[in-house]
């Protein structure tokens, strides 16, 4: 509601002032003389009061000077009972008299002291030596008690009181009075200590009344209560450390103090005397009550005369005062409701303003100037309706008709014209009052500027249209929440995602379409989240209207409040994921059956490699024994023709196995120190035969950074530079190949660079795309021609991958080709592991000359179900010199160990009815010894993990079919070196 200053003020009241200065004088007047008289009374009183005050100090001094000097008389009496037993005890013939004698001597002064206990003699370790009430003293040690321990470390003590305690052999309260003994030299000879009975106190206070409550009382100067009457046992021995009287004791050592005590909360004035020299306070208190009993009395009587008197000058006086007091009163609470009045307007923020029912403005306050940007002189008598907007001012007009309709108030909120022109937002709050100079009905109005605020509500408002037509249109389904969990907001895309109306599920608590078993994991995951977790993302399943069951991948939003720091609201926007989990499944579904496919492959090449090793061995064996008799040229030309060709079958057979131990994810490298030189040595001797034989030159180099030690696989690193250099030299029928290897310093490691370089038929783009492919060749012709499965560069391709590395190959069809293969290895310094020869040879090497033997023959056991297997290794065996026999199962082995006496068994590890690991167990459990035979693996099986396998099992050691004689027969040797005799 518009307006501005110059606040209307009602005229003051004049009021007349002769009555009042009279009735002022009257009351001046009679205030003195009720003051004088006041006065006279009050000094009266004081006076009688002082002088009843100091009689009672005066009183309690005299007592406390009498009881304290018979105190002090009665203890040097004691003390000197104590520093006869001292002067006593210097005279050694009084230690060398009986204890009778010597107990008259000492004690006689004692013996007559009424209150006065036992008197102990101590020695220097607070043993008893002396008891004045036994002649033999009791086995009693006191080096722990303060009364010795202060005779013991302060040669000046003098006499010492203890505090108060009650003695365990009277059940009487005592304080324990202690003298030094000294020896000749002047060093700590003991203690003589006497107990006083508190009685002895009871007794002197007894004789003494200090009036009604009050109280007479004995201290320590260290702080500690002996006795105080009225006797109340549980406060003897109580420490007092914050008490006035030993703050002012400090000061004074005689005086009095006024307190109240804490034990029955009595005022009382105390009098207090040190006894004499001893650590004694005696203090004597008498009762403010009883000291100020009959002063009050008198008081009394005085001070209701004077309140008679006053009271009677007051009532003659109060009719005259009656009206100048009203009068007071009324203009007084004028001045101040105008002075809060005129405070409120002029700071006030808000507007005031006053209007009559027509819209005329009668007051406005000076915040006119900030709302309006006019003064408020220059509004009033102004119409509110026409400073209000246009579009606004039925608004105004209907809350006026509602407040002169009887509503008890009205809020509006509209647009109003500033000074400069402009419109702003305000908000009036109105109510019709009563004019209290007129008696008119106004309107009293509150007017706010609500101009930020209502920019900031349409802000807002433009903000949630913009939302929920964001909402409104996407396909993911948005829900707004409290940290609760229940839903102010769901998206129109919940038809769509969840078949349900946003109504339905507006209001509901948080997991409502959750799937059972995945509310726990929300819960749990929105915790974490709003706990800060940066992991926003949770996918569960969710189920639908109709039942049907969806994945939904939610991203949850906080929104906190800006000031307060408080978590305000939670936003979730959620996608439909169901189709790609179902593709994720599927491809889980597509990994698993490869990975059983990739099994059974391997299975199948093992059983394979296992039906064509069996025979291969017979071939290979039954071929070599063959070239070892006596043949006609043409016989020996054809048995090698075998033999080449048996190789060459088994050389495709180990590239298969190769590939397929690559292919399962089961070939192991090796890392072990090893030289380059070596490596490219052993390879070019191994093909410098047969190029030589084309008329192909063979070179090879290896740099000086090469040369160093590096570690890696050299038995890998050697068949990827056979396979290459074999390839180069196959596909050149003249000219050259070579192979150089380089290094290049990276750290602590080197970048390995290996590059076959030949002369031979090349190739084109088309062969160069499937060269690195399992069983092909760039050319199908050339495959018939040179010979090959196409295995050997997949094999290097896939071990240089492993080994992180790469190989490229650069070739024109007719030119030659370039093969490079690069890899990171780390030098070392070690001296390179020896590599076995490229030749196939047992591991174990012969018995030396110095190995013990005997001249029986060695018998060994073969146990194996091929019979021309059979007849190969017993061939062997026996044209070594061995005894050999012969079974073809398991169960045939174990009853022939049973049976018979061996050196050693050569086990096949797949027989009929019971295979040779099963066979191998067996024997192992059998006594004798036979834990110990040796039993070598025989089998055709040569997978990744096989020989590992055979050696969980049992087994010494293993050989693989083919069976090279050599190989066999060295292993042989080497195990029977080791067996015992």
Known sequence: MPTTEAPLRPPMPRFGTSGARQSRALIVGACLVIACVTGVVGWSLWDARQAAFDHAIQNAQNLAAALAHDVQRNLESYDLSLQGVVDGLKFDEVKSVSPELRNQILFDRAASAKFLGSILVLGEHGETLIDSLSAVPRATTYGERDYFRVQRDNPDAGLYISAPFRSRRTGEWEIVLSRRLNNPDGSFAGAVIGSLNLAFFQNLFDGVDPGPNGTTALFSTRRTLIIRKPYIEGEWGRSLNSSLLFQQYETSKTGWIQYRALTDGVERIASYQQVGD????????????????????????????????????????????????????????????????????????????????????????????????????????????????????????????????????????????????????????????????????????????????????????????????????????????????????????????????????????????????????????????????????????????????????????????????????????????????????????????????????????????????????????????????????????????????????????????????????????????????????????????????????????????????????????????????????????????????????????????????????????????????????????????????????????????????????????????????????????????????????????????????????RKILVAEDNHINQLLVVTLLEEAGYLVDVVEDGLEAVAAVRRESYDLVLMDAQMPNMDGLQATRAIRELGDGRRRLPIIALTANAMAGDREHYIAAGMDDYLSKPIDAASMLSMVQAWMAGAPA
């Open 278 to 857: 001893f650590p004694l306070i005696l203090t004597v208190a008498v009762s403010r009550d009883a000291v100020f009993a009959e002063w009050r009395q008198k008081a009394g009587i005085v001070i209701a005369a004077v309140l008679f008197t006053i009271l009677l000058t007051g009532f003659l006086g109060a009719f005259a005062t009656l009206e100048l007091r009203r009068r007071g009163r009324a203009e007084r609470a004028a001045i101040e409701s105008e002075m809060r009045y005129r405070l409120l307007a002029d700071n006030a923020s808000d507007l005031i303003v006053l209007v009559d029912l027509d819209g005329i403005r009668r007051f406005i306050s000076p915040a006119s100037r900030t709302l309006y940007g006019y003064e408020p002189e220059e509004m009033m008598r102004s119409d509110m309706f026409g400073a209000a907007h246009p579009d606004d001012q039925p608004l105004l007009a209907a809350a006026v008709e509602r407040l002169k309709s009887g509503v008890a108030s009205a809020v509006v909120e509209l647009r109003v014209q500033h000074k400069t022109g402009d419109y702003i937002w305000v908000e009036s709050h109105m109510r019709l009052v009563l004019d209290p100079l007129s008696g008119e009905a106004r309107i009293l109005g509150l007017v706010r500027d609500i101009g930020q605020r209502h920019a900031i509500e349409q802000a807002v408002r433009e903000s949630e249209m913009q939302f929920r037509t964001l909402a409104d249109s996407v396909n993911d389904l948005i829900i707004r929440s409290s940290p609760t969990g229940e839903r102010r907001y769901v998206s129109p895309s919940c038809r769509t995602v969840l078949g349900y109306e946003p109504d339905e599920l507006i209001g509901a608590p948080r997991g409502t379409f959750t799937h059972p078993l995945d509310r726990a994991l929300v819960e749990s995951r929105m915790a974490a989240i709003i706990a800060g977790d940066e992991d926003t993302i949770i996918v569960s399943r969710a189920i639908r209207r109709d039942g049907t069951v969806v994945w939904l991948e939610a991203r949850t939003s906080l929104v906190w409040e800006m000031h307060t720091g408080k978590l305000v609201e939670l936003i979730s926007v959620m996608r439909d994921i169901s189709q790609h989990k179902a593709l994720e499944e599927r491809q889980e579904r597509a990994r698993i059956d490869a990975e059983q496919a990739s099994q059974l492959k391997s299975e199948f090449l093992a059983n394979m490699s296992h039906e064509i090793r069996t025979p291969m061995n017979g071939i290979i064996g039954m071929t070599s024994l063959l070239l070892g008799t006596p043949l006609a040229p043409d016989q020996r030309r054809y048995a090698d023709a075998v033999r080449i060709s048996a190789d060459a079958l088994l050389s495709v057979i180990n590239d298969i196995l190769d590939l397929s131990k690559l292919e399962a994810g089961k070939l192991t490298l090796e890392i072990v120190p090893f030289g380059f030189a070596t490596i490219v040595s052993d390879c070019v001797e191994l093909l410098a035969a047969k190029a030589a034989d084309k008329g192909i030159r063979l070179t090879s180099e290896v740099d000086a950074r090469a040369q160093h030690t590096h570690l890696g696989d050299p038995t890998r690193l050697r068949q990827i530079i056979l396979n290459l250099l074999s390839n180069a030299v196959k596909f050149t029928d003249h000219g050259f190949v070579a192979i150089h290897v380089s290094a290049d310093a990276q750290g602590d490691a080197s970048l390995i660079r290996i590059q076959v370089e030949d002369s031979g038929i090349g190739m084109d783009e088309a062969g160069k795309a499937k060269l690195f492919r399992k069983f092909e060749q760039a050319d199908g012709s050339v495959a018939r021609r040179y010979g090959g499965t196409g295995l050997g560069l997949a094999i290097s391709k896939q071990l240089i991958d492993r080994m992180e590395g790469g190989i490229t190959v650069t070739s024109e069809l007719g030119t030659g080709s370039i093969f490079t293969a690069e890899l990171t290895l780390p030098t070392s310094d070690a001296a390179p592991s020896e590599l076995a020869p490229l030749a196939e040879v047992p591991a174990a090497g012969p018995a030396s000359d110095d190995t013990p033997r005997d001249d029986r023959p």
